[in-house]
C-alpha cells in the first residue's frame, strides 16, 4: 500500500493547530523574546543584570507565607521565613513565589521590590488553580465527563477571574497529561485517557485561563504540564519510570500538549519522570529540539518541584551544581523550588560549563512572559485586597459551579427507572460521604475549602427531599454498630442512597493506588445494606475510574459524581430528582477488575482478537475476563430512551482533499427529554501502522424532547485520519475505514464503512 506522508508542517495545518498559536499576539511577544528582535528595554535590563541577578529571574520559590491550605504543600514558614524571602526578593534573588496566599502577600512581597530592588523587575505570582480557585468546579477529570470544552473553558475562566483578583498571574495549569492507567493518582487532574478530549479540553483551558488579553486583571498565563508522558508511569505508580515508543508519545501523549501550545499557552512545566532511560528534566531531546527546534515553542520552560534537584535521586546528575547544569542545557528555563540555578547557574558560567548567552536566552524568555502579563506596565495590577474579596465566590460563580457539577455527573446504570426519585421518597442515605465537611470540593485545590462545600444530605435537604443519614462506616474502617444502623434505615426507608468510593487525598499527586475497588468496610456495607432488598442508587465518589464489584456494581442505580466542588450536594440533587437530567459521559473506561489497568478503549486488535460471544481458547482475553470495559469509554446514561438509527454517508469514498459527512438518526423514545453525547469513531482497516479498535474523532451532545427525533452529522477529512507513520511522521493512507456514530466506544450504535482516495 502506497503511504502519503504529509509534512508535519502540513498535517499540523491541516489539523488547524497551528492557525491559533501563529497569530497570537502572545506568541509574537514570546518569540520576540527569544530572538534578536527582543523589545529593547528587555535586552537593556539584561545587559544591566549580574550573574547572580539573572540566576535569581530563572529561580522560583514555594511562598513562605504559609496559612491556609497552602501550608500543606509549602515548606512551613513563619514570618521570619517571609522577610528572609523578601530580603531575597529585593537583592534579586528569585523571580517569583507560588502557592502563597493571596494579594495581602503578593502586596508585601511586591511593594518591597518596587522600592528597594536595584533594577526593579517585579515578581510573578504562581499558584496551582487546578480546578478553581475559591469557588471550587468539578475536578478536571469529572468535569471531562460533560463533554462540553466550551464548560471547562467558562469555568477556567471563572477560575482566572477569581485567582487573578487575589494576585496571581500564573497557573500551574492545565495539567494535559494522558492517563490510560487508574492506578494513577494523577488521573484526576487531567482529561482522561482519549487524545481528542485531550486536546479539545487543553485548548478551552488554556483560553479560558489566558481570556483574550493576558495582560488583564482578570486574566492568568497557563502552563501545560507535565511535559511529557507523566501519565505513562509503570504500574500507575506516581514518579515512575515512563518507557514508550516515540510513536505512542506523538500519536498519544503530545497531541494535548500541541494543542494547548497552538491556543496560546506560553509555559509548559518539564515532568518528573523519565522517559526510556532519560528524566525529562534533563532531556534535551524533548526539551529542546523537539519543543523549540520542531514546534517552534518560544515559552518558558519551568521544572516541576525540585525536578532538578532529583536528577541525583534519578542517578543521572553526581550532585547539585551537575543537576543544575544537565536541566539547564537540556532546556529548563527555569528551576522551581531546588534553588539549584541560583546556587550554582553563575559558578557554572564562569567556569565555561554553561554559555551565559544560553542564561541571557532564557531570562529574556522570563522577562518577555512577566511583559506579557502586563507585570512591568504595572506590577500591582492583580494585587488589591478589595478586589480579592470582591470577586470571591460571586452568585453567578456559584452558579456556574453548579452547572459544571451537574453536567458531570455520569449515569452508568439505572435498572427500572429507579431514577429520578419522586421527591416524597423517604430516603435512607447511608455511607462516609452521606455528610460533613470532607471529600466534597476534590483534592488538588489550595485555596478551597471543604467547609464551604455543600455535603450530600444538605442538597438533598435543600431540594426538599427527607433524608435520614447514617454514615455506617468511616471511608477505609469499619465503625461500631454501623452496619445495624445503617440496615435499620434502609429497612425503614423507600430507597437507599449509598454513597461509597474514595477519599478525595486518595488521588492527585502521589496518590496511586494498586486496588482501584470501593475500600472493604464499605463494600461490606454495601453487601448489608443491599440484602434488606431495598432499592439501591449507588453516589460514587471517586478521582479515578474504580472496579466496582458485588452489592456496588448491582445496585438498581450508580450516579458517578467524582469530586464535584462548591455545590456538589446541590447539583447531585438536581439530577436525583430529574429537575435536570443526567447528561456526562466517562472520560475514562470502568474496568472490571484493577488487574486490567492500563486499561484504555483505544487499544490494538492483537493478531488473535477474542470474537463477540463466549471467550474462545487462544485469544486475547484474560481467563476470567473479557478484554473490555464493565463501563465503557463515553458510556453514560440520560432520564429519556435513546435509539441511533439509519448511518447515512454523502459518499462512500473520501477524496483526498475532500470531505465524507457521516449522519444518523437519534430517537427519544422516552418520556423526559434527554441530552445525548452522540460520538464518531473510527477504525482503520488496514495500515503500515497497527491502529486501534476504535478512535474518538467527533462527539456532539443533542437535545432531544421526549418522542423527539434528531439528525446528527459530523464531517470527516483526511486529517481526522492521521496517524504517526513508519517514519515517526503524520501520516494518511488510503483503503478503508469503519466508522461508527454510537453512544459508547463498546456500543454498536449505528456502523458503516468508507473509503479513503488518493487521487
Ligand atoms: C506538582 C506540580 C505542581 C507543583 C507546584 C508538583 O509537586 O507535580 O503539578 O504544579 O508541585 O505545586
Known amino acids: 500500500m502506497p503511504s502519503s506522508r504529509l509534512s508535519r508542517r502540513s498535517a499540523i495545518h491541516a489539523l488547524g493547530l497551528a492557525t491559533a498559536w501563529s497569530i497570537s499576539p502572545l506568541r509574537a511577544g514570546l518569540a520576540a523574546a527569544a530572538t534578536r528582535d527582543t523589545p529593547d528595554f528587555i535586552d537593556a535590563l539584561v545587559a544591566r543584570m549580574t550573574l547572580e541577578e539573572k540566576a ?3 529561580t522560583l520559590m514555594a511562598s513562605a507565607w504559609g496559612g491556609d491550605r497552602a501550608a500543606g504543600l509549602n515548606p512551613p514558614g513563619g514570618l521570619s521565613d517571609f522577610d528572609k524571602q523578601i530580603e531575597d526578593a529585593v537583592a534579586g534573588r528569585l523571580t517569583g513565589v507560588f502557592n502563597g496566599n493571596g494579594a495581602a502577600m503578593a502586596l508585601r512581597l511586591q511593594s518591597a521590590v518596587m ?50 483578583g487575589a494576585g496571581i498571574d500564573w497557573t500551574f495549569a492545565p495539567m494535559v ?29 488554556v483560553r ?47 497531541p494535548p500538549f500541541h494543542a494547548a501550545f497552538a491556543a496560546g499557552c506560553g509555559t509548559t512545566m518539564a ?38 534537584m532529583e536528577l541525583i535521586a534519578h542517578g543521572v546528575a553526581r550532585d547539585g551544581r551537575d543537576a543544575a547544569r544537565l536541566a539547564f542545557l537540556a532546556g529548563v528555563d527555569m528551576s522551581m523550588e531546588s534553588d539549584l540555578y541560583r546556587l550554582h547557574l553563575p559558578g557554572l558560567v564562569r567556569d565555561g560549563h554553561v554559555p551565559e548567552a544560553a542564561v541571557d536566552r532564557s531570562v529574556r524568555r522570563v522577562l518577555a512572559m512577566k511583559a506579557m502579563v502586563g507585570l512591568f506596565d504595572n506590577p500591582l495590577r492583580r494585587i488589591d485586597p478589595a478586589r480579592e474579596a470582591a470577586r470571591s465566590r460571586r452568585p453567578e460563580t456559584m452558579a456556574l459551579a453548579r452547572e459544571a457539577a451537574r453536567k458531570s455527573i455520569v449515569m452508568v446504570r439505572n435498572q427500572g427507572g429507579v431514577l429520578p426519585l419522586p421527591r416524597a421518597s423517604r430516603i435512607a442515605l447511608i455511607g462516609p460521604f452521606a455528610a460533613g465537611p470532607h471529600d466534597i470540593i476534590g483534592g488538588w485545590s489550595v485555596y478551597g475549602d471543604d467547609a464551604q462545600g455543600v455535603d450530600l444530605a444538605t442538597g438533598l435537604r435543600a431540594a426538599g427531599g427527607h433524608v435520614t443519614v447514617v454514615a455506617g462506616c468511616a471511608i477505609d474502617a469499619p465503625l461500631p454498630g454501623g452496619i445495624a444502623e445503617a440496615v435499620a434505615a434502609a429497612r425503614a426507608a423507600d430507597v437507599v442512597m449509598l454513597t461509597v468510593g474514595e477519599s478525595q487525598d486518595w488521588s492527585g499527586e502521589a496518590q496511586s493506588r494498586a486496588e482501584i475497588t470501593v475500600p472493604q ?41 467524582w469530586q464535584l466542588g462548591s455545590e456538589s450536594g446541590h447539583a447531585i440533587a438536581e439530577v ?53 470495559a464493565l463501563f465503557a469509554f463515553g458510556h453514560g446514561l440520560t432520564y429519556g430512551k435513546i435509539t441511533y438509527a439509519d448511518l447515512t454517508m454523502d459518499r462512500t469514498t473520501m477524496p483526498w482533499d475532500g470531505t465524507i459527512t457521516v449522519s444518523a438518526r437519534l430517537t427519544n423514545h422516552g418520556a423526559r427529554a434527554a441530552q445525548e453525547v452522540a460520538q464518531l469513531y473510527i477504525h482503520d482497516r488496514v495500515a503500515s501502522i497497527t491502529r486501534p479498535v476504535r478512535e ?26 492521521l496517524f504517526i507513520g513508519l517514519g515517526l511522521t503524520p501520516t494518511v493512507e488510503p483503503g478503508q475505514f469503519d466508522v461508527w456514530i454510537a453512544p459508547s466506544a463498546q456500543d454498536d450504535g449505528v456502523h458503516g464503512t468508507f473509503e479513503l482516495l488518493q487521487t
Open 56 to 58: 535569581g529571574q530563572l
Open 696 to 721: 474518538l474523532k467527533a462527539f456532539a451532545k443533542v437535545a432531544l424532547a421526549a418522542g423527539e427525533t434528531r439528525e446528527v452529522r459530523f464531517t470527516l477529512r483526511r486529517a481526522d485520519l
Open 177 to 205: 497529561d494522558i492517563a490510560r492507567d487508574q492506578r494513577w493518582g494523577r488521573a484526576m487532574e487531567g482529561a482522561g485517557e482519549d487524545v481528542l478530549l485531550g486536546r479539545l479540553f487543553a485548548a478551552a483551558r
Open 271 to 308: 515532568s518528573f519522570n523519565e522517559i526510556a532511560g532519560v528524566p525529562s528534566t534533563a532531556n534535551h531531546w524533548l526539551l529542546t529540539d523537539l519543543l523549540r527546534g520542531e514546534w517552534h515553542f518560544p515559552g518558558v520552560v519551568v521544572s516541576d518541584y525540585t525536578g532538578d
Open 521 to 561: 468496610a464499605q463494600q461490606q456495607l454495601a453487601e448489608a445494606v443491599a440484602a434488606t432488598g431495598k432499592p439501591i442508587v449507588v453516589v460514587l465518589k471517586n478521582g479515578r475510574a474504580l472496579a466496582l464489584s458485588g452489592a456496588v456494581r448491582n445496585a438498581a442505580a450508580i450516579l458517578v459524581t
Open 115 to 164: 522600592e528597594r530592588s536595584r533594577l526593579k523587575i517585579p515578581l510573578i505570582f504562581a499558584a496551582d488553580v487546578i480546578h478553581g480557585h475559591r469557588t471550587i468546579f468539578p475536578i478536571p477529570v469529572g468535569e471531562v465527563a460533560s463533554f462540553e470544552p466550551e464548560l471547562a473553558q467558562r469555568t477556567a475562566r471563572a477560575a482566572a477571574f477569581e485567582a487573578a
Open 576 to 628: 436525583v430528582y430529574g429537575d435536570h437530567g443526567p447528561q456526562g459521559r466517562l472520560p475514562v473506561s470502568f474496568p472490571y477488575e484493577s488487574g486490567q489497568e492500563p486499561y484504555h478503549y483505544d487499544h490494538k486488535t492483537t493478531g488473535r482478537p477474542q470474537p463477540p460471544g463466549p471467550l474462545q481458547p487462544y485469544k486475547a482475553h484474560y481467563h476470567d475476563l473479557p478484554d473490555a
Open 208 to 254: 479560558g485561563f489566558q481570556g483574550d488579553n493576558l495582560a488583564a486583571d482578570d486574566a492568568m498565563m497557563a502552563c501545560a504540564k507535565h511535559f511529557a508522558a507523566y501519565g505513562a508511569a509503570e504500574a500507575g505508580l506516581d514518579y515512575s519510570t515512563a518507557d514508550l515508543s516515540e510513536r505512542t508519545l506523538r500519536e498519544i501523549y503530545l
